[in-house]
Each structure stands twice: as structure tokens, then as C-alpha cells.
């Protein structure tokens, strides 16, 4: 999976076409369709890029709160939906915009190239080039500017003034944003509301506009990490010898300490299942709406935090009864507590999940507000996961389109 939002998915087929499903708020599906003529898809649907011609070149999916886009081959990103805070990155005409329009450069033109990865957020977009800058848009854009709306901007390096210029990947979150250095050292800005959702040491209310690096515990900077995701008011990061850390929101569990509440405004080590270790011989992370998943080297999904809708994936039982600060794992699709395996990627909605097989098989549990699930026959909340469905039968991708996430972007 590429992408996932509040209650829609979207993903990128091995022939280059991308399926859509879920809630078709602000035309978020890509359909040629506003919302009050197609409310949701319960299956997996061919995206547009005109009016009757599916989406064909595409490489990388993201979808945001009421957004989406798709990044081509040479670089090129085409977004739709939602563009309230130019968060598609281009000015529009209509609103929504109910077909894909193309990002704009940092001249303000509609020919972005270069990118090579992309995330939008809620109402914030974030991009990283081939040569290692990263530009920003719609709101809190990094580039040292309080102004939002932005069209695509380039972000700044800590202390301003400079462009950024080492960055190897980005992650968007509720209206701030994540970049990881080749150095190992992550770098946030954007907005927080006494969350810690930046990592900078202080828990703050408002918004911070040019990047500062994510502190541990002592004031350092955090690192050693090779990938970030970032969430709904909480973040977490991957460090390369497969120990995990968070910082942010804590109230529902979603940094993986030993107690629930309050919020660290510095990245703190998560928990492992067992007594007093800590999580450990991971090899991907994604942060959803109040709940996180982690990917094991061997192939096992793993949940902690919140989610009344069966996002943690703890089978029909609900032994967590929705809520757990401790990872535990993700049951495989017979409802066995022997756990979920032979998975290759992970994503994390608001609440839902979403994992792909290294087979190709594409798997969803949690709330199928909608029809995020993907699947007709699902129940409104789904603690197991099961097969995502197209019109024709079962989607199935191709593992090779979804990297490992150690293998950064550039």
C-alpha cells in the first residue's frame, strides 16, 4: 500500500494503473465525481486521469485527509480533491478538483518534475527531489515564511536562509511534516496543538516554520534512522539497527510506552511484547489516526494504541478491548492469534489498516466507514484482516513496486 487517509485508500497496480476505494469526500477518488453524486466505492476502482481514461504511468501513490496524488516516472505529480489550502500544490478553477491537475514548480508553473517521492497530509503537501531539496505546499510550507496557501516552496535548512539539500525522504502528517537526512537525523515543522508532534523538546501551540531536528530525551538530535512516518499528532521512526521510536501524542497509547496519556515532545524508544524490553528487529513503520503498525523482518504486523474499529487487528475476541500501549500481533486472515506473516509493506489509515503480501495479496481490517475496506460483504468494523476487492475479484500488487523503506528514495 502507498497511501491511505481518513477513510479511502489508494494503490498503485504493477501496470502502472491506480485503484481507488473508500470515501469519496472532496472527489478524493479520483472518479470524475463530486461527492454528491458518488458518496464511496466498496471496491478497488481504476483512478482517471480524463474524463473515461484510467491513470497509466503511475509510481508512487499518497493520499491524504481529502486529497490525492500520484508521482510519475520522470517526477511529474498529479494531486485532486481538496485544494481549500492549496494543499494539491496548484491553483484551480474548480474546487473540488474532481480529476488529476499537475503539481506546480517553484516558478509557480504546472510542470513540476524531479520529485521522487511525495506525501500530502491534511492541509499540507511535501515533496522530495531527486537532488536532495525538498519544497513544501499548502500550509505551514517550512521555508521560513508564516504565510500559508502556499504554492510549492522550497524548504529551508534548521536555522533558515539556507535550502535544505540532504534529504532522502519525507513523510507528511496532520498539518506538519517530516524529513530524514542522509545522516540519519530527522527534521520536523509545520503545526502542533500541545502534542509534541515536532520533537523539538517543547510541547507548543502553534506553528513552527522552518525545520528543527527531533530531540531525544538528553537534547541531542535523534539518530541513526532510516525511515519516519507521520500521523495524526504523533510520528515514529525507524532506526537501522530495527529499534523503533516515537514522539508526540500519547493519549490513546500511540507511542508505546508503558503508560497511556499525555505527550512527549521528545522521541522515546518503544516498548517491545515482552517485560521491560523494547521493540526491536522491525523493518517498517507507518503511523495512522491513533494507532501504529510495525513490519518485522520476518514478515509479521504488529499494533499498538487505539482504535475502537478493529484497526489494531486483534481478531473477533478483541482481547485489547481496543486500546493497547504494548505491540501485539496483527492475527492472520483465519483469525489465528499465531498472527499475520508473509507480509511485504504496511500502511495505517485514521483507522484502518492496510498490509501486502509478498504474493501480491492486498489485506484491510478496522472501520469500513464507506468502504475503506475495499470489500462489499465487509461488516461496518472488521478485526481480521481479509482480501481487498476489485469489480473483477481479488486486487493484487506487485511487492516489487513497494520497496523496503531502508532503501530510501534517492
Known amino acids: 500500500m502507498h497511501g491511505s487517509s481518513r477513510y479511502a485508500a489508494l494503490a498503485v497496480s504493477p501496470d502502472t494503473h491506480a485503484f481507488a476505494w473508500g470515501d469519496n469526500g472532496a472527489g478524493m477518488l479520483d472518479q470524475d465525481a463530486a461527492p454528491s453524486s458518488l458518496t464511496s466505492l466498496d471496491v478497488a476502482t481504476p483512478t482517471l486521469i480524463l474524463p473515461g481514461m484510467q491513470f497509466t504511468g503511475a509510481l508512487q501513490a499518497t493520499m491524504g485527509e481529502r486529497s490525492g496524488a500520484l508521482l510519475l516516472s520522470d517526477g511529474a505529480l498529479y494531486a485532486w480533491g481538496d485544494n481549500g489550502s492549496r494543499q494539491l500544490g496548484a491553483d484551480a478553477d474548480s474546487q473540488p478538483v474532481l480529476l488529476p491537475?499537475?503539481?506546480?514548480?517553484?516558478?509557480?508553473?504546472?510542470?513540476?518534475?524531479?520529485?521522487?517521492?511525495?506525501?500530502?497530509?491534511?492541509?499540507?503537501?511535501?515533496?522530495?527531489m531527486h537532488d536532495g531539496?525538498?519544497?513544501?505546499?499548502?500550509?505551514?510550507?517550512?521555508?521560513?515564511?508564516?504565510?500559508?496557501?502556499?504554492?510549492?516552496?522550497?524548504?529551508?535548512?534548521?536555522?533558515?536562509?539556507?535550502?535544505?539539500?540532504?534529504?532522502?525522504?519525507?513523510?507528511?502528517?496532520?498539518?506538519?511534516?517530516?524529513?530524514?537526512?542522509?545522516?540519519g537525523k530527522v527534521l520536523a515543522w509545520g503545526f502542533e496543538s500541545n502534542t509534541g508532534a515536532l520533537g523539538s523538546g517543547t510541547v507548543i501551540s502553534g506553528s513552527v516554520v522552518t525545520p528543527g531536528y527531533v530531540l531525544r530525551a538528553d537534547?541531542?538530535?535523534?539518530?541513526?534512522?532510516?525511515?519516519?512516518?507521520?500521523?495524526?499528532?504523533?510520528?515514529?521512526?525507524?532506526?537501522?539497527?530495527?529499534?523503533?521510536?516515537?514522539?508526540?501524542?500519547?493519549?490513546?497509547?500511540?507511542?508505546?510506552?508503558?503508560?497511556?496519556?499525555?505527550?512527549?515532545?521528545?522521541?522515546?524508544?518503544?516498548?517491545?511484547?515482552?517485560?521491560?524490553?523494547?521493540?526491536?528487529?522491525?523493518?517498517?513503520?507507518?503511523?495512522?489516526?491513533?494507532?501504529?503498525?510495525?513490519?518485522?523482518?520476518?514478515?509479521?504486523?504488529?499494533?499498538?494504541?487505539?482504535?475502537?474499529?478493529?484497526?489494531?487487528?486483534?481478531?473477533?475476541?478483541?482481547?485489547?478491548?481496543?486500546?493497547?500501549?504494548?505491540?501485539?500481533a496483527v492475527v492472520d486472515e483465519s483469525?489465528?492469534?499465531?498472527?499475520?506473516?508473509?507480509?511485504?509493506?504496511?500502511?495505517?489509515?485514521?483507522?484502518?489498516?492496510?498490509?501486502?503480501?509478498?504474493?501480491?495479496?492486498?489485506?484491510?481490517?478496522g472501520s469500513n466507514f464507506h468502504g475503506a475496506l475495499g470489500r462489499p460483504s465487509a461488516a461496518s468494523t472488521d478485526n481480521t484482516p481479509a482480501r481487498v476487492m476489485t469489480a473483477g475479484g481479488v486486487l493484487t500488487l506487485s511487492p516489487d513496486a513497494y520497496p523496503n523503506p531502508l532503501r530510501h528514495a534517492r
Open 219 to 328: 537534547g541531542t538530535p535523534l539518530t541513526g534512522i532510516v525511515q519516519v512516518s507521520a500521523g495524526y499528532d504523533f510520528s515514529l521512526a525507524l532506526a537501522a539497527d530495527g529499534t523503533v521510536w516515537a514522539w508526540g501524542d500519547n493519549a490513546y497509547g500511540e507511542l508505546g510506552q508503558p503508560t497511556i496519556g499525555g505527550a512527549s515532545a521528545v522521541a522515546v524508544q518503544v516498548q517491545g511484547p515482552g517485560v521491560g524490553g523494547k521493540l526491536d528487529r522491525i523493518a517498517m513503520v507507518a503511523a495512522g489516526g491513533h494507532h501504529a503498525l510495525a513490519l518485522d523482518l520476518d514478515g509479521h504486523v504488529l499494533a499498538w494504541g487505539y482504535s475502537p474499529d478493529g484497526a489494531l487487528g486483534d481478531g473477533a475476541n478483541k482481547p485489547v478491548v481496543n486500546q493497547t500501549s504494548v505491540p501485539r
Open 133 to 183: 531539496g525538498v519544497i513544501s505546499w499548502g500550509n505551514f510550507a517550512g521555508d521560513g515564511s508564516t504565510a500559508n496557501d502556499r504554492l510549492p516552496a522550497q524548504v529551508v535548512a534548521p536555522g533558515g536562509g539556507a535550502p535544505l539539500t540532504h534529504a532522502v525522504a519525507v513523510s507528511a502528517g496532520w498539518n506538519y511534516s517530516l524529513a530524514l537526512t542522509d545522516d
Open 335 to 365: 483469525g489465528s492469534i499465531s498472527g499475520l506473516s508473509g507480509i511485504a509493506s504496511i500502511a495505517a489509515g485514521y483507522a484502518d489498516s492496510y498490509a501486502l503480501g509478498t504474493d501480491g495479496r492486498v489485506l484491510s481490517w
Open 101 to 128: 491537475i499537475n503539481v506546480f514548480d517553484l516558478t509557480g508553473k504546472p510542470s513540476l518534475v524531479n520529485a521522487v517521492q511525495a506525501e500530502i497530509g491534511d492541509a499540507n503537501g511535501v515533496a522530495l
